[in-house]
């Protein structure tokens, strides 16, 4: 009985009480039970444990450290740390138990000793609990994978197709960044490839092994905002997780952050921002801890950030942060030469019939393409696409169908006359040419001048040849 513990009977009172506490409640549920001192040697081993160990009559473990009987028994760990270990398997031998080992405290809470329980002298007993841990298990590796191959690149600048002299120029650029660590912006009207751009920007540089989170900012309600780049701290607030939430700047540690539709952020988040990008530290909501980050940020936006500055809803200080290294994304009516080759790789993305051998474009079915300007860029381009394959009887795509797929014109066509159009043409370029004086060369300043906007403002320079 538990009043004969020890080899004198000399085992603390409070001991004791609380073995016979645990004794009590869990005796019509074990199998064997043992009990050491703060010291981890045994002071009591019940005659069921004994017999489960197939231990000599003769043999008296009592005052022996409990390794010596049970070479892999935790006891010792729980007599250190006071905490229980409410379910463990043990291998004693060639055997496995399913055990629980309990702290014994006194009345302030000093450990000593502990109480272990054999429940089951066999894990079968626990096959439908294993097999139900090894099920979320496998959950849990499959949505890691998951997460990973999303939080990697998708596409290298092999995907940004062209062999224009716009694209090759581009393509160079993109190279010369990518062994660059500062921040870059990345400028270009909708559909023109700047995701793409930016993750050929993440795989090409030093942080490909790491890493790489894309957020869109028009997506995110700005009242999450905060909690979303910065992380939740536990209790938080009301109904926040118990666990700490990290933000999207932690999680893109030792890789890159890609801010799309930057032009979208709040100005209530902005200043935050060029903290972090200042200070290279982040401070969870409902946290006062720091913790130091390093992020590579590449910023993408088809607005015109100088018109948001001016009308003082983008901080012109963050700008200035992001903009180190900044990408013009050409427009597709400025590349049209490329808009064979990019159907050529659309189409092939492009479900068919099973008896199809593959889409064909005609000649005049690209002739006709390039007549359009495009407001929709790549987007819009593999949009028609796919109607002009939803609505083709065959495989071959010609005129005539690229014809009923192509969107309305953005723009009537001009019926002005030619001699007028080119005095027109001339006044502009005099136009441009004064402003960019006025402006010292700067051409955001001349844009400003003209009151167009800086995408306007280039494509209005390579018209009139005045890029240089």
Request: glycine content about 6%; aromatic content about 6%.
């Amino acid at each position: 009985m538990i009043e004969t513990i020890g080899p004198s009977g000399n085992t603390p009172p409070a001991l004791v009480a609380a073995a016979m506490g645990a004794f009590d409640m869990l005796r019509e549920y074990f199998e064997g039970a043992i009990m050491v001192d703060a010291d981890a040697r045994i002071l009591w081993l019940d005659g069921r444990y004994r017999r489960l160990l197939k231990l000599a009559e003769d043999f008296d473990p009592v005052g022996r450290p409990v390794e010596d009987v049970l070479p892999h028994s935790q006891l010792r760990r729980v007599v250190k740390t006071g905490r229980p270990s409410l379910l463990d398997i043990m291998q004693f031998d060639d055997r496995q138990f399913v055990v629980c080992r309990i702290p014994l405290k006194d009345e302030d809470g000093v450990v000593q000793g502990a109480i272990g329980f054999v429940f089951y002298d066999n894990v079968d007993y626990l096959a439908p609990i294993l097999k139900k841990v090894e099920s979320l298990q496998r959950q849990l590796t499959r949505a890691q994978a998951a997460l990973t191959r999303e939080r990697q690149t998708k596409y290298s600048l092999s995907n940004f197709v062209g062999t224009s002299e716009l694209v090759q120029e581009l393509k160079s650029q993109i190279r010369r960044f990518a062994l660059r660590d500062g921040p870059a912006l990345l400028l270009g009207e909708t559909g023109t490839g700047k995701e793409l751009l930016a993750h050929a920007l993440h795989q090409a540089s030093d942080r490909a092994e790491g890493p790489f989170v894309a957020v869109n900012m028009a997506a995110i309600p700005e009242s999450l905002l905060e909690s979303e780049f910065f992380g939740v701290a536990p209790g938080a607030y009301t109904g926040a997780e118990k666990k700490q939430r990290k933000g999207k700047f932690e999680l893109a540690h030792g890789g890159t952050l890609f801010l799309d539709e930057i032009g979208d952020m709040p100005l209530s988040i902005q200043a935050k921002f060029l903290r972090v990008l200042q200070e290279g530290e982040i401070e969870a909501l409902g946290s006062n801890a720091v913790k130091k980050i390093d992020v590579r940020i590449i910023a993408a936006t088809s607005q015109d950030l100088d018109e948001l500055m001016a009308e003082r809803k983008f901080r012109a200080d963050l700008y200035y942060r992001i903009a180190v290294l900044t990408v013009n994304v050409p427009p597709l009516r400025d590349r049209l030469e490329d808009i064979g080759p990019i159907c050529e790789r659309l189409l092939d993305t492009i479900p068919r019939a099973e008896d199809m051998a593959g889409w064909s474009l005609e000649p005049e079915a690209i002739a006709l393409l390039c007549q359009h300007d495009w407001p929709g860029n790549v987007r819009e381009l593999r949009n028609t696409l796919e109607r002009a394959a939803a609505i083709a009887p065959t495989e071959t795509l010609d005129a005539e169908i690229i014809a009923r797929a192509m969107p309305r014109p953005s723009r009537p066509a001009s019926t002005e006359a030619p001699e007028l159009a080119d005095a027109r043409a001339r006044a502009e370029r005099e136009a441009m040419i004064d402003a960019l004086k006025r402006a010292n060369g700067q051409k955001a300043v001349a844009a400003r001048l003209l009151g167009v906007s800086r995408s306007q403002f280039y494509e209005k320079l390579k018209r009139y040849d005045l890029s240089n």
